[in-house]
């Protein structure tokens, strides 16, 4: 399955792919026999991958987001000081990889109701977006490049989802809204993680690596669980059916 820029962005900067892309993988191979399964009911289909997309964004946002926050220490203590350049490209990439096992989600959706003709529309609509972006993109250089690799995966994604819900009942503004609540409280640990790194700049790396990734789980934690609706309390529910 080709996903949204993948190619393009691993060439440059394959450090800020390999959770995502590792998650996409996973989700790809375990959602498709599920959805599969019950394509014959599709208010089923739309909660089970309400569920599975608020739960798979809320672990991977935050791991992103919180990457990005502490870039500049990871890359000195595991790359070295000659990759502190590319820590800005990283951290603007994690944006665009983020979205990735969402993509997966929905491209799924398309495959498990075997509309191949959506299907190649949808890719053929992605290209020419990709195509655009590129062309404006590199009068502005590198940096343009970049950019526009995180403005083609949010309209990709916008593309996606506009196709799949037509399949289920699971509109544009549903999804946007489940996913914008997780990013905006995955940001506040990030900048919450990215504080810390600073104020802790004089002491060992490693420790401003761990102390930083704490206080962010911490804060993440603890805003997800004062919210009713957060995915957090779906994945605690989840986990003691299983275990019961």
């Known amino acids: 399955m080709a996903l949204l820029l993948k190619d393009a962005t691993r060439s440059r900067c394959p450090f800020s792919e390999y959770p995502s892309a590792t998650m996409t993988s996973v989700i790809s191979k375990v959602t498709y026999p599920m959805f599969s399964q019950i394509q014959g009911d599709p208010e089923r289909l739309a909660a089970i991958y309400r569920k599975l997309i608020r739960i798979s964004f809320f672990v991977i946002a935050p791991i992103m987001l919180g990457a990005a926050a502490i870039a500049e220490p990871l890359f000195f203590l595991l790359l070295g000081e000659a990759w502190l350049p590319a820590v800005l490209i990283f951290q603007i990439l994690t944006l665009a990889m983020m979205l990735y096992p969402i993509h997966a989600f929905n491209l799924n959706i398309l495959q498990v109701y075997g509309r191949s003709d959506l299907f190649l529309k949808l890719e053929v609509i992605k290209k020419i977006i990709i195509t655009i972006a590129v062309i404006v993109a590199f009068q502005f250089g590198l940096m343009g490049l970049v950019w526009s690799s995180v403005f083609t995966s949010f309209a990709g994604l916008g593309v996606n989802m506009f196709y799949s819900s037509k399949l289920i009942n699971y509109s544009i503004h549903k999804q946007i809204s489940d996913l914008g609540v997780t990013f905006f409280l995955a ?57 019961q």
């Open 187 to 243: 940001f506040i640990s990030a900048m919450s993680m990215f504080a810390i790194t600073l104020a802790l700049v004089k002491i060992i790396m490693i420790l401003q690596i761990i102390i930083s990734s704490l206080v962010g789980c911490l804060v993440y934690m603890g805003l997800n669980y004062c919210i009713t609706n957060s995915p957090l309390h779906e994945a605690i529910q989840l986990f003691k059916y299983r275990n």
